[in-house]
């Protein structure tokens, strides 16, 4: 059983930064995919960013490239999400998740465990 905690979501205005963490439980944090996630209301859970146990393999969805930035401490089983450059429509409930048997993807059904979520909310 692996246990996520994100933190770090909040209010920001639009250009601003945020930077979410996700604590994970578990011996073998550095073998799993860690991915962000993000659901806006009244829409689907859409993929954010996902990276590797070894942090080799990192993907982006095209929406946030060049602005968010994944990255994981595996001394501290935490994966992070740096957001800068932030716009309104980046505003949703921000999950991360864990997948224990493939390199990243962008299909939220490969993944295995989830928090419970954090919101980001982007002021125009």
């Known amino acids: 059983q692996v246990q996520l905690v994100e933190s770090g979501g909040g209010l920001v205005q639009a250009g601003g930064s945020l930077k979410l963490s996700c604590a994970a439980s578990?011996?073998?944090?550095?073998?799993?995919?860690m991915g962000w996630f993000r659901q806006a209301p009244g829409k689907e859970r859409d993929f954010v960013a996902a990276?590797?146990?070894?942090?080799?393999?990192?993907r982006y969805a095209d929406s946030v490239q060049g602005r968010f930035t994944i990255s994981r401490d595996n001394a501290k089983n935490t994966v992070y999400l740096q957001m800068d450059s932030l716009k309104p429509e980046d505003t949703a409930v921000y999950y991360c998740?864990?997948?224990?048997?493939?390199?990243?993807?962008?299909?939220?059904?490969?993944?295995?465990?989830w928090g419970q979520g954090t919101q980001v909310i982007v002021s125009s």
């Open positions: 990276i590797s146990g070894n942090s080799v393999y990192i």
């Open positions: 578990g011996r073998t944090f550095t073998s799993y995919t």
């Open positions: 998740a864990a997948d224990v048997k493939r390199l990243p993807t962008g299909r939220p059904a490969n993944y295995d465990y």
